[in-house]
């Protein structure tokens, strides 16, 4: 029996984990699930699974999850704080699926690394900003990571869940979202509907609307940067409409190896969460013909001009990072909340990254989660003033 944990559970990565785990609900206890609002989804969820545990942090949804849940067995918390209460460091639980959207996943993953012995990260903005923080962490508690995004799942996969030091390249595939043939000229008229229309993947909208900026691809070299200790001139983007490839990598000695697999997440969650237990996984057969047209090609940085603050990162683990996920996360919810234009994310976070004041950032690494959270809250207010 695995006893397991879920950040973000009423999410598309949370909500998926869930529906693998509904298939085999007795070899697993629950024993917390987390949301931000959506408390209908959530107490669904614990009943269901029969959850103890559940933590809600929007205060209006917490108070009336409370009330809803008055009187049940389930234990009803309001904030990241609680992990004490609800878990012992010399009881680890087996495994946690990190899958809170934006960067407000960052406390959270480093607050359950020390009560879990397999973490799975999906929460990307988590190890942009606090890669060094996390892999401290994970190096003194002893807990082993999995990443959970489809391109680092691969590439984890590809090295065999181990180090090596004779990787030359690394390349990972982007679909080229919504907007691979938009003319140019119409890319000022996006509605959120639009934006919202991923060619290949369901997921949530903040990650779906960063895949049709192309943002996604940018914070994935970054974190695959991170993960894989790797040099940016190591790593590149190809655009590839079908998502069938998702990693490739070339090795010193002449050899590459590439990975495919449908575009479903449940197949690298399955293999997370069934890390070494053997267990199969049901899938269709090998897509040749997608195989033979994989189209590959180069990202265009006039259709996609966000993938510039590429050439603007600085060489190690550094507080600028954090500059560019608060940026954006602000500057995508502004654009769902229908305050500015598409082409405005693109516009402002390039006009942000080049801000003289944060180039400083650059050469400072975070000492912890405070620093990071208050120069988010920093660049989230500098946003606004530049947005209106
Ligand atoms: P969703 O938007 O579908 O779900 C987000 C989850 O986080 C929900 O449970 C939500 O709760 C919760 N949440 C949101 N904001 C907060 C907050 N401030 N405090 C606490 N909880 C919060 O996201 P996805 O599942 O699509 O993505 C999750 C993460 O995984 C992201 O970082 C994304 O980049 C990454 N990822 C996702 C992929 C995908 O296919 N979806 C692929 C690769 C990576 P509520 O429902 O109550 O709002
Ligand atoms: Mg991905």
Redesign the pocket.
């Known amino acids: 029996m695995k006893k397991i944990s879920i950040?973000?559970?009423?999410?598309?990565?949370?909500?998926s984990l869930l529906k693998i785990i509904k298939n085999d609900k007795k070899n697993f206890k629950i024993e917390l699930l987390?949301?931000?609002?959506?408390?209908k989804?959530?107490i669904k969820q614990a009943k269901l699974f029969n959850v103890k545990n559940i933590i809600?942090?929007?205060n209006s949804?917490f108070i009336i999850t409370k009330k809803l849940l008055k009187n049940t067995k389930i234990k009803v918390f309001k904030d990241f704080d609680s992990l004490n209460k609800i878990f012992d460091i010399d009881k680890k639980i087996d495994y946690s699926m990190c899958?809170?959207?934006?960067f407000?996943?960052l406390k959270?993953t480093l607050d359950i690394i020390k009560f879990t012995k397999t973490i799975g990260i999906?929460?990307?903005?988590s190890i942009i900003c606090g890669w060094n923080l996390i892999s401290r962490d994970l190096k003194k508690y002893k807990t082993h990571f999995i990443p959970?995004?489809?391109e680092h799942f691969s590439i984890w996969s590809l090295l065999d869940n181990k180090k090596k030091n004779n990787l030359e390249k690394i390349y990972i595939t982007a679909s080229g979202g919504p907007f691979r043939k938009l003319s140019l000229k119409n890319f000022k008229n996006i509605s959120i509907k639009d934006a919202l229309k991923h060619p290949n993947?369901?997921?949530?909208?903040?990650?779906t609307i960063?895949s049709a900026t192309m943002m996604?691809k940018v914070?994935e070299i970054i974190e695959a940067k991170k993960i894989f200790n790797l040099n940016y001139n190591q790593l590149e983007i190809l655009i590839h409409p079908k998502s069938y490839l998702h990693a490739m990598i070339k090795f010193n000695n002449g050899l590459s190896k590439l990975l495919i697999h449908d575009t479903n997440?449940i197949i690298p969650i399955f293999n997370s969460v069934y890390f070494n237990c053997g267990k199969k996984l049901k899938s269709k057969n090998i897509d040749i013909e997608a195989l033979n047209n994989l189209n590959l090609a180069k990202v265009d940085n006039v259709r996609f001009p966000v993938i510039k603050i590429l050439d603007n990162m600085g060489k190690k683990d550094s507080l600028f990072e954090t500059i560019i996920v608060s940026a954006n996360d602000k500057l995508v919810n502004l654009f769902l909340k229908n305050k500015i234009k598409f082409i405005d994310i693109s516009n402002l976070l390039l006009k942000v990254s080049n801000i003289p004041e944060f180039k400083k950032f650059k050469s400072i690494k975070p000492k912890n989660i405070d620093e990071i959270a208050d120069l988010a809250e920093y660049v989230s207010l500098k946003i606004e003033s530049m947005s209106v």
């Open positions: 950040f973000g559970s009423t999410g598309s990565i949370g909500s987390t949301a931000n609002k959506n408390y989804k959530l809600i942090t929007n949804s899958a809170i959207s934006g407000q996943g959270p999906a929460n990307k903005e959970i995004d489809s993947w369901s997921m949530g909208k903040k990650i960063d996604n914070f997440m």
